[in-house]
């Protein structure tokens, strides 16, 4: 059974931190592996990393994806409060089935 | 069952055909979501039903209806539709839309759609 498992489900941090959050996955054939922010309503995509793209980045949000280990990190620098959010990691497999994971539910305190 | 639930899991029509996606979730929820993911835009939010009323509806044209007879059920319904409404059709829910608990969507398997 195709399965994401993101890490850590919660953190807490200070504004100006770095963050990086987690996401392992386990599909029949990957296609590709996206990065979502929720806020109050819809996801916001962020990223999205297939075998031919596997790092991205805008601004001070960066991604990776490391297929060897079936993983993908998501590193925000310089952390703001506006970036509370929780963060989704969702992959898609051969079945075109989008998985997704529980989220990283991240805090920025002042 | 637990979760969100969606049937059919896989859908092919045609234009002209009327058909019905059913999304059912066991999470004791509040609000139920309609989102469409197609290949060239990750994930857009269509509907939001919170406690059996539609409170966004995000643009949708018309040949999309939803229907959320209880807080349990979402429908969607389809007629004539065109060929660029193929995608992948998701259904989430969350304890309720707007406020502090909105943040947790739980997704279903979503429902591939192909309309040819």
């Known amino acids: 059974e195709d399965k994401v498992v993101q890490s850590p489900l919660s953190l807490v941090v200070h504004e100006g931190d770095t963050v990086t959050l987690n996401c392992s996955y386990e599909?029949?054939?990957?296609?590709?592996l996206l990065w979502y922010k929720q806020e109050k309503k819809a996801p916001t995509f962020l990223f999205m990393l297939?075998?031919?793209?596997i790092e991205k980045k805008s601004g001070r949000l960066s991604s990776i994806l490391d297929k060897k280990e079936l993983s993908s990190i998501l590193n925000i620098t310089a952390t703001q409060t506006g970036d509370s959010a929780i963060y989704l990691c969702?992959?898609?497999?051969?079945?075109?089935?989008?998985?997704f994971g529980k989220g990283t539910k991240l805090t920025v305190n002042p | 069952e637990t979760g969100v639930t969606q049937t059919p899991r896989h859908l092919v029509m045609g234009m002209t055909n009327k058909k019905s996606l059913k999304c059912e979730q066991h999470?004791?929820?509040?609000?139920m979501y309609w989102y469409k993911q197609s290949a060239k835009k990750p994930l857009e939010l269509m509907f939001v039903?919170?406690?059996?009323?539609?409170?966004e509806n995000n643009s949708v044209p018309s040949r999309f209806s939803p229907e959320c007879p209880n807080s349990s059920h979402l429908f969607l319904h389809l007629h004539t539709l065109q060929p660029e409404d193929s995608a992948l059709y998701l259904c989430?829910?969350?304890?309720?839309?707007?406020?502090?608990?909105?943040?947790?969507?739980?997704f279903g398997p979503g429902t591939r759609l192909t309309v040819t």
């Open positions: 989430a829910s969350s304890p309720t839309s707007g406020g502090l608990y909105s943040y947790e969507q739980y």
């Open positions: 599909v029949t054939n990957f296609r590709s």
């Open positions: 297939t075998s031919s793209g």
């Open positions: 969702a992959v898609e497999g051969g079945s075109e089935k989008l998985v």
């Open positions: 999470l004791g929820h509040n609000a």
């Open positions: 039903y919170n406690f059996k009323e539609q409170t």
